[in-house]
């Protein structure tokens, strides 16, 4: 009996260890409601998984960059990130600023990210770009 409680408890840590040692890829979003990304990424970081940004992250998708740990995170070649206001639709469907959005969703970025935007104007309806060395100098770079 308390040798197959033990061989249980020894199975079920090695599930939970390959639970958190997989990553979770980034390589095309464009990211959505600012909602259920926070909700998406909150449940990731419990999941304690790692997250490897090999692509395109946009708008919302950036928000795991201040859910998940950087130690967490790490970034291939590919990798580049599209930072902007957030917006609501307005009269007639046209995209307005939404400030409170914008300044929550910038307040949860690292200061680095943050320096960086700042440095480029902020957060405004203009998208900007971090990639290459730039954002290899910030996130280690993924190993092969």
Request: charged share 20%.
């Amino acid at each position: 009996m308390k040798r197959s409680m033990a061989l249980a408890a020894a199975a079920l840590l090695v599930i939970g260890t390959r639970a958190s040692n997989a990553a979770v890829w980034i390589t095309d979003d464009r990211g959505g409601q600012i909602g259920k990304y926070i909700y998406r990424y909150e449940k990731l970081r419990a999941s304690g998984q790692r997250v490897i940004i090999g692509g395109f992250c946009a708008s919302a998708c950036t928000i795991v960059l201040g859910t998940i740990p950087s130690s967490r995170i790490c970034v291939t070649p590919n990798a580049e990130l599209a930072f902007h206001a957030a917006w609501d639709f307005g009269r007639r469907g046209r995209a307005v600023t939404n400030f409170g959005a914008t300044r929550m969703v910038y307040s949860m970025y690292p200061a680095p990210v943050r320096r960086w935007i700042a440095h480029r104007g902020g957060l405004t309806p203009r998208t900007i770009f971090l990639r290459g060395r730039r954002l290899q100098e910030m996130y280690r770079s993924c190993s092969s």
